[in-house]
């Protein structure tokens, strides 16, 4: 098993739509949680961290953390074509308070 | 990003020619991280530096990559000689405590 796992997609959702984006760890992996959008040909952008059990919300995105099941996910309300991107997942090492260990990413495509 | 800086944006070179890529963050960081990054691999580490110096270097692929940080405003990667293998984008990013900022990288291109 991957330490941080990702399915590649690509997943396309309609625009409008809620748009879901889930990522499994491994034990090795710490609580610590993030979620970047990659635009093709442009640098990771940070959307959303998240360190507890349970939601975050901000503006259009959803940051889901469930410890027990070893999985984050990330929902993005009301779809837009701009919101088309890879999705990267990444978590911090339980020894380790700066590294990340990287997802490989889901495309995601917003269809208008 | 405004937080780090990345020269040059594209290069192209030659297989066996000397290649130095440059990251100026700006401020407010203790962690400096270099990235290889291919629709292959996804995104690897290659070396990270505390406070300017080197912690971890395993990622490097092999003797030909070097790496430095002679202040806190400056670190260079250096390819020597090339390879077309070496051709990926190359980010370099800082740790803000709250997730990485990432330069815009540097898409390097080996012929």
């Known amino acids: 098993q991957k330490e941080v796992e990702q399915n590649s997609g690509p997943l396309s959702v309609p625009e409008g739509a809620i748009a879901s984006l889930n990522c499994t760890y491994s034990?090795?992996?710490?609580?610590?949680f993030f979620w970047y959008r990659q635009y093709s040909g442009k640098s990771p952008e940070l959307i959303m961290s998240?360190?507890s059990n349970g939601d975050k919300e901000d503006g259009r995105f959803t940051a889901q953390l469930n410890k027990a099941s070893q999985y984050v996910s990330l929902l993005i309300r009301d779809s837009q074509p701009s919101d088309s991107a890879t999705y990267l997942c990444?978590?911090?090492?339980?020894?380790?308070?700066?590294?990340?260990?990287w997802g490989a990413g889901t495309k995601l495509i917003i269809k208008p | 990003d405004a937080g780090v800086i990345q020269s040059p944006r594209h290069e192209v070179t030659e297989m066996g020619q000397e290649v130095t890529l440059r990251c100026k963050p700006i401020?407010?960081?203790?962690?400096l991280f270099w990235y290889r990054q291919t629709m292959m691999r996804g995104l690897e580490l290659l070396i990270y530096?505390?406070?300017?110096?080197?912690?971890?270097d395993s990622g490097m692929p092999e003797d030909r990559f070097s790496a430095k940080m002679p202040n806190a405003s400056f670190s260079t990667l250096k390819i020597q000689p090339s390879e077309p293998r070496d051709s990926a984008v190359y980010f370099c990013?800082?740790?803000?405590?709250?997730?990485?900022?990432f330069g815009s990288g540097t898409r390097l291109t080996v012929v």
């Open positions: 990013a800082i740790d803000r405590g709250d997730g990485y900022t």
């Open positions: 401020s407010g960081h203790d962690y």
């Open positions: 530096f505390n406070n300017n110096v080197p912690i971890d």
């Open positions: 034990d090795r992996v710490s609580q610590s």
């Open positions: 998240i360190y």
């Open positions: 990444a978590g911090r090492p339980r020894d380790s308070n700066y590294q990340l260990i």
